[in-house]
């Protein structure tokens, strides 16, 4: 593995789209006590569910701790790899490394930056060292080399691409105090374009309401072609959540992408607002003092947070009324794949959900 | 990963020989505190030296903990995998699987059971966990299938193949009371010939003098050819191993291979004697209350603890005036791989040599 310190776009590397054939899926088997309820049994057998989904179309590396190791390796069929490595928490989205395409077909990995979503400013636990050493050493034990971008934090959930040049976040994240403070706009957009190989970045003002991450665009927005996106859309207008949908609407109204077009924009219902309930509080158990969530708190549940494999679309459902609906327009949008919906309630509990546990590997020669 | 219950040779699988072709090498990274002196900084020069001789013909992976991975990464040049595994210790030879290989090209792994080299009976350390799990996760990482002889004690180091039905193995080793000792000799020499696809077992008498594996066949005596075996050797009476090379001289002597050859015996000198340093000795530290080596011990040095990777013989020197002699006959009896001569001293402290480090994963599809 070479790691290298000269940027994706001048060696003729671009991020392509998650709708592009991939050769894999990377997820990391949830553990940690204060983020996963009565020791993370629910959420294991949620994980596995999406594993074995994607399993179907691409091959599956389940990351684990030497500790869960056999309980993974149990709980798993044998078509998914589990190997050992050491994380801090579960969110394969934002640790494991970007992978970006040269025309040739090979891949190498971006290692960005990591502090859990805003280090000592508002990240959300300490430390965070382990996972910000995965992505490199997923380049290594893959043998593919890596582009050294440490000193830019960023999550691989915060950023989309449409594989034309386009890419798409949130200003809310990527602008917040505890990411790049010192980079402008302007320099962050820079790097976007040089690292992802791409020419157009679409700035949306925010994300889903209470999201931790400050507002991934990955819980709000998606391609699911080049020039179309699906947007998570409320017509509640009690709801907080309502101006955010309607500003994110507008600009993207307002914008072409890379290819000079419109987007074609498609509304994906939210669910009702779902919050934590008291005993799935008590299954918690607070590592530094504080708890990390507390009774009545709105979780950020989104249809959005969806994985696109080389067969399917493996999206939430969330036991809400419009489970079925959001399904339906995904199966419209998405004719030449299988929806699958898997019950993530367990999985939203920790902060994410199927995008942010998942991260893919393209293709490759 | 499938995990298998059935035998190797049943499925039309066997132990190719060490001098054919590799696909590549693991290697494990120093670390254990009663095993290398002064914070490992020596050994680890010498392993780096080991790895990068055999990455010239094979891919090398070096597995090592998580706290390792920076220094490891930083020591080794890019073209060498670091990849994170827990282990007890760095003998790749007896904890890594063994691989066997059908007519086709495919490849599996053995997961043999590993008890430190004797268990609470005479190994040598405790807990041995992390090491005894290692193999079924190498599996899975390389994404093998792996067949689950975990109830068989067996090291890499206690067993030589000729790639055409014959194995060679020490009595000392195989039939001592910290293995399998419910087992009969000639269940022994079975369970070898089922896992192993071979037809003969050679049982030499006994290895190298103070060897604390229980003398592993893989410090005095390997197969070079089909037929051909480098012997280790001494002239000096007074010198314990004298014995113990004789009567294994004697017993090769008297045996046929499964083919039903006579063996040429190449003799193979020893280096004179070498004995721990008061130095050496104050740069361990202990970890269960009791030294692993006095001042004055003597080590079980030997040339035929060589590694045959696909261009080369990566041997050990030892300061003496055999080290010259010993490469020239290696050289002669190698035409076609040169060899490369290691300083080892800070491997031989640690209880073994450079076969003992190195496991190798065959040519495979």
């Known amino acids: 593995m070479r790691i290298l310190n000269t940027l994706p776009r001048e060696d003729g590397y671009h991020m392509p789209a998650e709708f592009e054939q991939h050769w894999g899926c990377i997820m990391i088997w949830p553990e940690r006590a204060d983020s996963w309820q009565y020791g993370a049994v629910a959420a294991r057998h949620a994980f596995c569910q999406v594993a074995e989904a994607i399993a179907k179309s691409e091959q599956v590396i389940m990351l684990c701790s030497f500790e869960q190791y056999d309980t993974a390796r149990e709980m ?14 579960a969110w394969a989205r934002d640790v494991c490394p970007t992978f ?4 040739v077909g090979d891949i190498r990995g971006i290692d960005w930056g990591f502090n859990a979503w805003g280090g000592l400013v508002d990240g959300l636990y300490f430390p965070w060292d382990k996972d910000n050493k995965a992505a490199r050493k997923i380049c290594d034990f893959l043998n593919k080399d890596v582009y050294d971008q440490r000193d830019f934090i960023l999550e691989g959930g915060s950023i989309h691409s449409d594989g034309e040049g386009t890419l798409m976040v949130t200003e809310s994240c990527l602008l917040s105090a505890g990411r790049n403070p010192k980079l402008s706009k302007e320099e962050i957009e820079k790097r976007l374009k040089e690292c992802l190989g791409a020419e157009k970045v679409l700035w949306l003002p925010c994300g ?7 507002e991934h665009v990955d819980n709000i927005c998606a391609f699911i072609t080049p020039g179309q996106v699906v947007l998570s859309w409320t017509e509640d207008k009690e709801d907080p959540q309502y101006e955010m949908c309607e500003k994110s609407l507008k600009y993207l109204e307002s914008q072409r992408d890379a290819q000079g077009r419109k ?15 008291e005993e799935e509080c008590r299954g918690l158990i607070h590592l530094n003092g504080e708890p990390t969530r507390v009774d009545g708190e709105r979780l950020a549940a989104s249809y959005v947070n969806f994985y696109i494999s080389n067969d399917s679309i493996v999206m939430p459902a969330f036991q809400d009324k419009s489970d079925a609906q959001a399904k339906e327009i995904l199966e419209k949008l998405f004719p030449d794949r299988s929806v699958v919906q898997i019950p993530a309630r367990d999985i939203l509990i920790g902060g994410g959900n199927i995008h942010c546990i998942t991260q893919q590997i393209p293709m490759h020669k």
């Open 208 to 214: 889903i309401y209470q999201d931790e991450t400050n």
């Open 76 to 89: 798993l069929p044998e078509h998914i790899q589990v190997v050992e490595m050491s994380t801090d928490d």
């Open 263 to 277: 987007l074609t924009i498609h509304k994906l219902p939210l669910p009702q607002p779902i919050y934590m309930r």
């Open 100 to 103: 970006v395409k040269n025309d």
